[in-house]
C-alpha cells in the first residue's frame, strides 16, 4: 500500500488523500491493544480442548504473533506480517486443521471474551467484531464432527 491508497477501513479522507480521523489502528490505540486482544484469546484457547491441540504449545508465543501482527496490519497499522510471511492466504494457512462450525464457535467465543475485556466504544466494538466473525466463518473447511 502506498502513501497515497487509501486504507480499507478509512472512512473519509482529507483532500490530500489521508484519512481524515485516522484509521482504525491508530483509533483504537495500535498495537497495544490488538497485542491485549489476542493475548487474552489466547488464554481462552489455553482452556479449550477442542482449539488447543491446534496451537503447538512449543509455538504459542509464535501464534500470538503473529495473529497480532496480520490483525494489526489489516486495521492499518504496520505491515510487517506481509513483509515477513507473504500473503495472509488465511484459508490455505487453516486447511491443514479441521475448522468445523463447533471449532468456529469455540474461537468466535473466546475472540468475543477478549474483546469484551479491551471495552471499546459500541462503533470501533461492533466494526472489530463484524470482521472476526465474518473471518470465522469463512475458515470453515469440513462440517464433519
Known sequence: MTAHEPNPVTLRLSAGGES???????????????E?????????IRHDEVLLPM???ED??????????????YWGGPTTYSEERGHPRLRMRHLPFKVNPDARDRWLKHM?????????PPLQDATLWAYLDRAAHAMVNTFEE
Do not use: C, H, K, M
Open 55 to 57: 496451537y503447538p504449545e
Open 112 to 120: 468475543r471474551a477478549a474483546l469484551d475485556e479491551l471495552q471499546l
Open 20 to 34: 481524515a480521523q485516522g484509521n482504525f489502528w491508530e483509533q483504537v490505540g495500535g498495537r497495544p491493544t490488538f
Open 60 to 73: 504459542l508465543e509464535g501464534a500470538i504473533q503473529r495473529l497480532t501482527g496480520f490483525l494489526e496490519q
Open 36 to 44: 491485549r486482544l489476542v493475548r487474552s484469546f489466547y488464554e481462552g
